[in-house]
């Protein structure tokens, strides 16, 4: 929250993240006692907008989902230019506002912005312990509601209620998608992939559809942060040629009931986290990779930061198995560390060159 309160004295700020991540409570809470919220899901709220009713002697404007207001970038490119940041502007939306409706060169230089995940095993480690932490989110997702409940039946109830709303509501919003029902069947299939590649090909004779049009849905669920894909690394990797992505779920609870693939998918959603987290506080560019080639043989991710592979990381639930990181180790430098992060853990080991560590442990420890 200090880095965002920085960033609203110079420019606005664009804060973006899943429905129900907890985007508006926080927004709230950089100035409690002296901000004024505008949801654009309200009628009354776009009449006082359009009418810029506002106090100006607040410390904070917030404007909830404005992206689905038509031409919202030049309005709001409109008020900066003549009232710069006083009050403050801090715009949220549960979609990427930074690829919604060609954001971009009218805001060019005007903003920053932040990406809001789900809670992490780092984030709420002063309240849990990091085994614990790490098996509420495997078990009920990390979005805070059903998080903080903790219960199977609640999780359930919300879940349903939340994709729904997003594939009925917001998707409508941003994209004209005629067939509904088969995005839903898409959504069911990728929650049944998760750990595994995904074929655009296979996937189009289950929907009979096009892989083009399975491509494009895939594209249009990642910009709902439904899910987010993987891809394979590539680079002085000759025999590394497949190339079909990995899918991952925002919400770990809504992968299939499979302790392995939900615990893949609780690392994913942990590394994606930091790697957004260094980009949008330090502007660093950075990417998240597997690596599989023609064997199978297969590494869980790859971290990039300002294109230097940083961490090689397999994930598993029990065994010790360092095969694969020895493989690939070969085809980095000494800079690259090699981890295998293991959930049921009970000591941890430095075996030629590869670190075993306790999952909970370390992700407790990575910047949340």
């Not at 349903?160 to 917001?170: A, C, M, P, T, W």
């Not at 990797?237 to 190339?243: C, D, F, G, Q, T």
């Not at 080639?293 to 294109?307: A, H, N, S, Y």
Request: with cysteine; glycine share 6%; charged share 30%.
């Amino acid at each position: 929250m200090d880095k965002i309160k920085i960033d609203l004295d110079q420019k606005i700020v664009l804060l973006s993240g899943p429905r129900q991540v907890g985007k508006t409570h926080l927004s709230k809470a950089i100035y409690p006692d002296n901000s004024e919220y505008f949801n654009m899901d309200s009628v009354e709220h776009r009449l006082l907008i359009q009418k810029q009713a506002w106090r100006r002697d607040c410390d904070l404007v917030i404007f909830d989902e404005l992206h689905k207001v038509r031409k919202w970038k030049n309005w709001i490119k409109g008020i900066y230019d003549t009232e710069g940041v006083r009050p403050r502007l801090l715009v949220t939306g549960s979609s990427r506002l930074d690829v919604y409706r060609k954001w971009g060169d009218s805001l060019a230089g005007r903003f920053y912005s932040y990406r809001l995940h789900p809670f992490s095993v780092a984030e709420v480690k002063e309240k849990y312990t990091a085994d614990t932490a790490l098996e509420h989110i495997m078990r009920f997702g990390g979005f805070p509601e059903p998080f903080l409940k903790g219960s199977e039946e609640e999780a359930k109830r919300w879940r349903r209620s939340h994709v729904d709303r997003i594939l009925r509501e917001d998707l409508l919003d941003i994209a004209s998608v005629r067939n509904l029902r088969s995005v839903e069947t898409l959504v069911e299939l990728l929650r049944n992939s998760v750990g595994s590649t995904v074929s655009y090909e296979s996937l189009s004779r289950d929907l009979q559809v096009s892989p083009h049009t399975v491509k494009q849905w895939i594209s249009i669920l990642e910009n709902l942060y439904i899910i987010f894909v993987v891809t394979p690394y590539h680079r002085n990797i000759a025999r590394s040629l497949i190339r079909q992505p990995k899918i991952y779920f925002y919400d770990t609870g809504f992968v299939k009931e499979d302790d392995g693939a939900r615990f893949e998918n609780a690392v994913a959603c942990a590394l994606l986290k930091r790697l957004h987290f260094l980009e949008d506080t330090a502007g660093e560019k950075c990417a998240l990779h597997y690596l599989r080639d023609k064997e199978k043989r297969e590494i869980d991710f790859l971290t990039v930061q300002d294109g230097r592979p940083e961490w090689l990381i397999e994930a598993k639930l029990a065994d010790i198995d360092t095969n694969s990181l020895k493989h690939f180790s070969g085809f980095f430098d000494r800079e690259t560390k090699h981890i295998l992060l293991v959930k049921n853990l009970k000591r941890e080991l430095f075996l030629g060159g590869i670190h075993v560590k306790k999952a909970g442990s370390w992700l407790q420890s990575l910047e949340a």
